[in-house]
């Protein structure tokens, strides 16, 4: 009975064993096992009962330790790569994303400016008359940025932002009733260094207003909306129409 186990232990667990270290032996890179492997087999003081136990201790549990520890060492630098990736990504992103809205707030600018000097009308939304809300609607629509007709509802659209806040081709509001009541009635575009672009009623036409030396908006300044984002850029670059098609005067 012994001689039968003996021998099928020789004949099917050891070459079993062998084939498993020879995998291990392969990633780990050992060209030594081999030669190990067949000492072991031929000497005189190991005996076929014993023989699994002793690769098992001898060979796989080290080599089971550096493939492990190689394996790890692999994967953390995987994962840091990947961190590292995402980092970059991240950051290409957002100066992407910064440039666009560069780009986009300049257009905006741009073609408001074209209308300076345009006449106030009341209800009008272009080209050669606006209000304030057909004024503001007209500028962002050439941009590539839909907005409702009238004040309250752009009003809702986008970001809130708050007066220190403020960045070119925001749009800004004001309640200019004299009660005030805290209700949207204005409309213009933020420029730059304190001024913004807007239909004025009490001018009769399109200007830029500078908040310091108009009190009167500073004091009655409700609320921002900061609406453009990176993916009117791309609105915009497949656009054909241009701020020149709008005014025919």
Not at 78 to 102: A, H, M, P, V
Not at 145 to 158: C, D, E, F, H, T
Not at 176 to 193: A, D, F, M, P, S
Request: hydrophobic share 35%.
């Amino acid at each position: 009975m012994i001689s039968f186990k003996n021998i099928l232990l020789s004949v099917v667990a050891i070459p079993l064993l062998v084939i498993g270290q020879l995998s291990i032996a392969q990633y780990s890179g050992d060209s030594r096992f081999f030669i190990n492997v067949r000492e072991l087999l031929v000497s005189s003081n190991s005996s076929s009962t014993n023989l699994p136990l002793i690769i098992q201790s001898t060979f796989i549990e080290p080599k089971k330790e550096i493939l492990t520890s190689s394996i790890s060492r692999q994967l953390k630098n995987e994962i840091n790569e990947l961190i590292s990736s995402q980092e970059s990504n991240r950051y290409l992103i957002l100066l992407q994303e910064y440039k666009d809205y560069e780009k986009v707030s300049q257009r905006v600018e741009s073609i408001a400016k074209k209308f300076l000097g345009v006449k106030y009308v009341w209800g009008a939304n272009g080209p050669n008359k606006f209000d304030c809300s057909g004024f503001t609607q007209k500028i962002y629509k050439t941009a590539g940025i839909q907005l409702p007709r009238n004040s309250r509802a752009q009003a809702k659209v986008g970001k809130y932002i708050k007066y220190e806040e403020l960045k070119k081709g925001d749009m800004v509001f004001f309640d200019t009733n004299r009660k005030q009541t805290g209700r949207v009635n204005h409309v213009g575009i933020y420029l730059e260094n304190g001024t913004f672009i807007h239909a004025s009623s009490g001018n009769k036409k399109v200007v830029i207003t500078n908040f310091k030396e108009k009190q009167f908006y500073k004091n009655r300044f409700l609320w921002g909306r900061r609406i453009i984002k990176e993916r009117h850029f791309k609105m915009l670059s497949s656009r054909e129409d241009s701020y020149s098609t709008l005014r025919k005067i």
